[in-house]
């Protein structure tokens, strides 16, 4: 083993990062994200449009990094069992072997209850799922390791010879630095660990291609197995992409320095503001949600005063006021195919005295001659506090 160390420095197999001041504050912040979101409630509809959105971020990003180049709107239409193009059948393939390796890992995970420390046949069987189908457009046999020397832009891999040990070691050293097996880990270790782990896979390199796809989907995986969100599944493989040149640059910089300081801090920033972007999504949703409830209750309080026709009228209008944008009383029947359908034989008289109901019952604003969701009343319902501007 001494051998190995003097042959590779920089793979420790211990403890070689430090938590900086900000590291430590984005960590807090991170707890507090994943606490908030795994503790909300999020309507069904909001929470598939979520997960979608995660699995096709996710799937995208992951596979853009080592030159996919198919676009957010081609992976949809592959969610969708939509077939591309035959130019593009090597890139479909690569994108369907990561949704399914997530959809594959969220199911054990989640429903099967299914988990495991990381070890080397389980890499192999991520690498497996990467490589599928893939054929002369993927330069490794998918779930063996790799039997030649290789190099990576500047980088000399460690000898072939040598990846069976490297990898018994790192799994060991895993288990034992971050303690799975006692099922005991903090949220800090979870997220450490996974971001550690994308590392040391990709300083390895234990495999001939899709190494890279195979250490985002290790860290995909302790996140999750440690609790994490699947709604933001995708964050750091999304954040690598949008930030290729730094994510490039970290690995380069904490294989030369044998730190993983830097590294840490970067993905940890990429963390924490995906999860503040999820959480607003949710907290939209939850807005949303009490906005409706909000005019159920008022049309409950009327229902007696008016016939039933009515009544479901106005109530069906001021639901599909839209949120956010002004509209003329013109553009009703436009807004949505439910005010298409009720107000298509409707005068302009009953529109209009339609509106002012709402307008009475505060569920409408008015701005010269347009309408809007009177969503403002929402927020006398919110804890009273003084509006102080907060530096991340």
Same mark, same amino acid.
């Given at each position: 083993?001494?051998?190995?160390?003097?042959?590779?420095?920089?793979?420790?197999?211990?403890?070689?990062?430090?938590?900086?001041?900000?590291?430590?504050?984005?960590?807090?912040?991170?707890?507090?994200?994943?606490?908030?979101?795994?503790?909300? $409630?999020?309507?069904?509809?909001?929470?598939?449009?979520?997960?979608?959105?995660?699995?096709?971020?996710?799937?995208?990003?992951?596979?853009?990094?080592?030159?996919?180049?198919?676009?957010?709107?081609?992976?949809?239409?592959?969610?969708?069992?939509?077939?591309?193009?035959?130019?593009?059948?090597?890139?479909?393939?690569?994108?369907?072997?990561?949704?399914?390796?997530?959809?594959?890992?969220?199911?054990?995970?989640?429903?099967?209850?299914?988990?495991?420390?990381?070890?080397?046949?389980?890499?192999?069987?991520?690498?497996?799922?990467?490589?599928? @189908?893939?054929?002369?457009?993927?330069?490794?046999?998918?779930?063996?390791?790799?039997?030649?020397?290789?190099?990576?832009?500047?980088?000399?891999? $460690?000898?072939?010879?040598?990846?069976?040990?490297?990898?018994?070691?790192?799994?060991?050293?895993?288990?034992?630095?971050?303690?799975?097996?006692?099922?005991?880990?903090?949220?800090?270790?979870?997220?450490?660990?996974?971001?550690?782990?994308?590392?040391?896979?990709?300083?390895?390199?234990?495999?001939?291609?899709?190494?890279?796809?195979?250490?985002?989907?290790?860290?995909?995986?302790?996140?999750?197995?440690?609790?994490?969100?699947?709604?933001?599944?995708?964050?750091?493989?999304?954040?690598?992409?949008?930030?290729?040149?730094?994510?490039?640059?970290?690995?380069?910089?904490?294989?030369?320095?044998?730190?993983?300081?830097?590294?840490?801090?970067?993905?940890?920033?990429?963390?924490?503001?995906?999860?503040?972007?999820?959480?607003?999504?949710?907290?939209?949703?939850?807005?949303?949600?009490?906005?409706?409830?909000?005019?159920?209750?008022?049309?409950?309080?009327?229902?007696?005063?008016?016939?039933?026709?009515?009544?479901?009228?106005?109530?069906?209008?001021?639901?599909?006021?839209?949120?956010?944008?002004?509209?003329?009383?013109?553009?009703?029947?436009?807004?949505?195919?439910?005010?298409?359908?009720?107000?298509?034989?409707?005068? @302009?008289?009953?529109?209009?005295? @339609?509106?002012?109901?709402?307008?009475?019952?505060?569920?409408?604003?008015?701005?010269?001659?347009?309408?809007?969701?009177?969503?403002?009343?929402?927020?006398?319902?919110?804890?009273?506090?003084?509006?102080?501007?907060?530096?991340?």
């Amino acid at each position: 083993m001494n051998d190995l160390k003097r042959e590779y420095p920089h793979l420790l197999f211990r403890k070689q990062w430090k938590l900086s001041e900000k590291s430590l504050i984005y960590l807090g912040q991170c707890e507090a994200y994943v606490r908030s979101i795994n503790n909300t $409630p999020i309507l069904p509809h909001h929470y598939q449009q979520l997960m979608n959105v995660a699995l096709m971020k996710g799937a995208q990003a992951t596979t853009a990094i080592e030159g996919n180049t198919l676009s957010d709107e081609e992976v949809k239409k592959i969610m969708e069992k939509q077939k591309l193009p035959p130019s593009k059948a090597y890139q479909e393939i690569e994108v369907k072997n990561i949704l399914e390796a997530f959809n594959e890992l969220l199911n054990e995970i989640l429903n099967a209850k299914t988990e495991h420390f990381i070890f080397v046949d389980l890499l192999k069987r991520f690498h497996k799922m990467v490589g599928k @189908d893939l054929a002369e457009h993927f330069n490794a046999i998918p779930g063996q390791l790799r039997n030649n020397d290789v190099v990576v832009g500047s980088y000399r891999c $460690p000898d072939y010879r040598d990846v069976p040990i490297l990898l018994e070691k790192m799994c060991q050293w895993l288990r034992e630095e971050f303690r799975y097996t006692e099922k005991e880990q903090s949220f800090s270790e979870v997220v450490i660990q996974a971001m550690v782990s994308h590392i040391y896979i990709e300083w390895i390199h234990p495999f001939g291609d899709g190494n890279g796809r195979t250490g985002r989907l290790a860290e995909f995986y302790i996140l999750l197995r440690g609790g994490n969100p699947d709604i933001a599944s995708h964050i750091l493989s999304n954040y690598y992409n949008l930030t290729r040149t730094a994510y490039y640059r970290q690995i380069e910089k904490a294989t030369q320095e044998k730190d993983l300081s830097g590294f840490i801090e970067y993905a940890l920033l990429g963390f924490r503001d995906g999860l503040v972007l999820t959480l607003e999504v949710i907290q939209k949703s939850q807005f949303e949600n009490t906005w409706k409830s909000l005019i159920f209750g008022k049309f409950d309080e009327i229902r007696s005063t008016v016939t039933e026709e009515v009544f479901k009228r106005q109530r069906t209008l001021a639901l599909e006021m839209p949120i956010g944008k002004f509209i003329a009383m013109s553009e009703i029947t436009n807004v949505s195919i439910p005010l298409a359908k009720i107000y298509s034989n409707i005068s @302009d008289k009953t529109v209009q005295r @339609d509106i002012e109901k709402l307008s009475e019952l505060q569920l409408v604003a008015k701005q010269d001659d347009k309408y809007i969701a009177n969503t403002g009343v929402l927020h006398s319902m919110i804890a009273k506090r003084k509006v102080v501007n907060h530096s991340h």
